[in-house]
């Protein structure tokens, strides 16, 4: 039991963060199905009960509490929501993922939900205030029940719950993903197959549920393997189905453009929804999309236009990513209608913007392509005061070796080494990422030194005096 409940929560740490909740499912487990079968005078059992399944559980909701002081005090920099938006569209999809698991639909299952429409009160929409309280009472339910006949009940609604307590509550994740209901699926199905048999309805009437679940099963399925095998006719009914969501305009914009339908990509750019459209995001990406099939006008105007959009509204990560691909069509001259001092227009805007939901790394990546263009203009100076901008934002290995290089080009190895000193001060603790971490330093250090020009030492009239 020590070796499956400490091993096995490391290993499924390792494989995905949720892995922790193991000790938590395994004291779930003896509450609520064991209990009775248990020793609960045996001194081993206990101990082993308390530092293996009640302390990391313990931990676990400390963590779940430090993280909602964290997103009451911070919020969320670079998501679109608070987190009291986070907890009430939550309870939405809880009941979404419930849906899914006796009834599911092909037009539900997508790897594209970066649009669900989130909630702003109780009443913004007004199904979030029926979802909060149908939780409320499948807890209350869980509860309930936790004693007799029908506590295998109240194990399944648990297991479900807590299945989806990391992913689905205060940590500021993205608000949607369909794998995050595989493990908490386990206990909504047991409880299904309980209640069936509870219920006393004869085999006849167990068998035509059953039949008619596992029909729709293989029917959606099907539907979905047949969509899914065509990533042209995938993209255009995801398209369809989600049109707010920029992942699925970009996956099929992409297909449009590997078969070569330029006037169709162009078409579902310029037909975007008007909640799409408006986002700094979505500019960015039709920049992109222009300077591959547009004239350069159309490129230029669609690129002010993102300019423009990106003053006040929240920047995120997509949206310099998408300069830092037009800094390479430009250099690459593929991308007529832009220059070099129109991106560094853009990005100076991305500097001054003071929406509360721009990310400092979102920052710190627009100081680092500036760096970029300064250096291939090689105005060095300039470049390393944006790269050391850029550290102070995101202190990265990469970031502070780049410093170190721009010294050493420069020929100040003195502000090199202090630079190398201040990255082994900040390495991280995890063991495999600090080796590499300082592997790399002394590396640096060895370049560094080996870029210094010779220097005499005075002369004690015994040697030649070269070191």
């Not at 679940?213 to 539907?223: D, G, K, P, Q």
């Not at 990509?265 to 992109?288: G, H, K």
């Amino acid at each position: 039991m020590a070796l499956a409940i400490g091993a096995g929560t490391a290993f499924g740490v390792l494989s995905k963060e949720n892995g922790i909740l193991l000790p938590a499912f395994a004291l779930l487990l003896e509450k609520l199905v064991l209990a009775e079968r248990l020793n609960s005078t045996d001194s081993v059992l206990r101990r082993f009960h308390f530092i293996f399944l009640v302390i990391p559980a313990s931990l676990i909701v400390s963590y779940l509490i430090f993280m909602t002081w964290q997103g009451t005090i911070n919020g969320f920099p670079g998501r679109s929501f608070s987190l009291s938006e986070r907890l009430l569209t939550e309870a939405r999809i809880l009941w979404d993922y419930l849906r899914i698991l006796i009834l599911p639909a092909r037009s539900a299952l997508g790897p594209f939900q970066d649009d669900y429409v989130v909630s702003h009160g109780l009443w913004s929409p007004p199904s979030t205030a029926f979802a909060v309280l149908g939780l409320i009472a499948l807890a209350a339910a869980a509860y309930r029940l936790r004693r007799g006949k029908w506590k295998i009940m109240s194990f399944a609604l648990a297991w479900f719950l807590l299945g989806h307590s990391l992913e689905s509550t205060v940590i500021p994740l993205e608000l949607y993903f369909e794998h995050r209901n595989y493990i908490p699926a386990i206990g909504f199905y047991i409880g299904l197959v309980f209640g069936l048999e509870r219920l006393a309805i004869g085999w006849k009437a167990e068998a035509a549920v059953c039949g008619l679940i596992l029909f729709n099963f293989l029917f959606v399925l099907r539907e979905t393997a047949i969509s899914w095998s065509d990533p042209l006719l995938a993209g255009m009914l995801w398209q369809r189905e989600h049109p707010n969501s920029l992942r699925a305009m970009q996956h099929l914009a992409i297909q449009l453009q590997i078969r070569g339908k330029t006037q169709e990509f162009l078409t579902l750019i310029d037909n975007a929804s008007p909640a799409l459209a408006i986002r700094p995001d979505f500019a960015a990406v039709r920049v992109l999309a222009y300077c591959a099939s547009a004239p350069p006008d159309a490129v230029k105007a669609a690129f002010f236009d993102m300019e423009e959009s990106a003053r006040d509204k929240m920047i995120t990560p997509a949206v310099t990513d998408a300069i830092d691909k037009l800094t390479d069509l430009i250099e690459d001259k593929q991308c007529d209608g832009i220059a070099e001092q129109d991106l560094l227009g853009s990005l100076n805007v991305i500097l001054e913007n003071r929406h509360g939901g721009t990310r400092a790394d979102t920052k710190a990546t627009a100081h680092e392509i500036i760096a970029r263009i300064m250096m291939r203009q090689q105005r060095m100076t300039e470049a390393l005061a944006h790269v050391e901008q850029a550290f102070a934002l995101r202190p990265t290995l990469s970031g502070g070796i780049s410093i170190a290089a721009l010294n050493v080009g420069m020929g100040r190895y003195s502000e090199a080494g202090v630079m190398l000193d201040e990255l082994q001060q900040i390495a991280p603790n995890r063991p495999f990422v600090r080796e590499k971490w300082l592997r790399t330093i002394v590396e640096m250090r060895e370049i560094v030194d080996h870029q210094k020009p010779l220097v005499l030492a005075p002369s004690d009239g015994h040697s030649d005096g070269m070191q």
